[in-house]
Every structure is written in structure tokens, then in C-alpha cells.
């Protein structure tokens, strides 16, 4: 995707605005995120990669991992402004970050327990950790302290 005024440009990054994180995720009812938006900052300043999506120079779309480059890539965020979505945003995302870790053998996300986002991923390849066979993979997850 290219940069024009419609077109949508997709590059990584190092740095995002403060109130263009917040608008974003904002915009997708990411609260928990825009509650503090020093954290939101300053995951994405510790995030391994960042790829952004631009539209005549607006942010709509962001997407971050945390990797090891050897043999995990955690895809932590992926967002689409909703006048923005269903339109290869957050393929596009996606794939510049599998891309970027294209000789990393595991890559591991969590999401919503919503059919959209598992059509979403499994249309890029990945498959739910039950579907991989009974007693092959576990997953496990803490929240808070």
C-alpha cells in the first residue's frame, strides 16, 4: 500500500505520538489501554517491532510484538480504526510483522473469543491451541499481580 492522499501506508516504526495512541485505541474501546496512556507509551516504546498504518498522514491502524528473533514472536496488538477496517488494514499489519519474524518458528497471540477475530486469524494462518490435537499444546495466562 502506498502513501497517497486515500491510500493507506503501512511502515514500521520507533515512536508514536502519545494522543495518537490514545485516539486509536480510543477508537476501538481499547479502555483499559487509554485509562494510562504513560503505560500505553511506554509499551509500545518496549514493544521489539511496531508497524504502523497511516491515511493521509492520520494513524489507523498499529500493530506490536515482543520477540526474541530466535524462537518466539508474541503478537501482542492489533488494531484497525473502525472506518478502517475490512479493508486489508490488518492483513496488512500482520503481515509485515510475520514477515519481520519469518524465521521464528513460534508465533503466539491471544484475542476476544469473538468468530470474527478467529476468521481473521485463522485466514492467516494461525489455529487455536485446541485445535492442534487433544493434549498436544496448552496455553496459560495471568492477569495482574
Known amino acids: 500500500m502506498s502513501g497517497t492522499r486515500d491510500e493507506v501506508l ?9 494522543h495518537e495512541l490514545a485516539e486509536l485505541y ?11 496512556p504513560e503505560l500505553l507509551l511506554a509499551a509500545i516504546e518496549g514493544s521489539s517491532f511496531v508497524v504502523t498504518a497511516r491515511c493521509g498522514g492520520r494513524l489507523v491502524g498499529l500493530a506490536r510484538a515482543l ?10 496488538d492489533v488494531l484497525v480504526h473502525p472506518a478502517k477496517q475490512r479493508s486489508g488494514v490488518g492483513r496488512a499489519l500482520v503481515g509485515a510483522v510475520l ?22 486469524y485463522e485466514s492467516l494462518g494461525f489455529a487455536e491451541i485446541r485445535d492442534h490435537g487433544e493434549g498436544s499444546l496448552r496455553a496459560f495466562v495471568r492477569f495482574g499481580s
Not at 480510543?26 to 494510562?36: E, H, N, Q, R, S
Not at 519474524?101 to 478467529?118: C, F, M, N
Open 10 to 18: 503501512i511502515e514500521p516504526v520507533t515512536e508514536v505520538q502519545r
Open 67 to 76: 520477540s526474541d528473533d530466535a524462537t518466539i514472536c508474541y503478537l501482542q
Open 99 to 120: 514477515q519481520r519474524y519469518r524465521a521464528v518458528r513460534q508465533k503466539v497471540l491471544l484475542t476476544d473469543d469473538e468468530a470474527g477475530q478467529r476468521a481473521f
Open 26 to 36: 480510543g477508537a476501538v474501546g481499547w479502555t483499559a489501554y487509554t485509562k494510562t
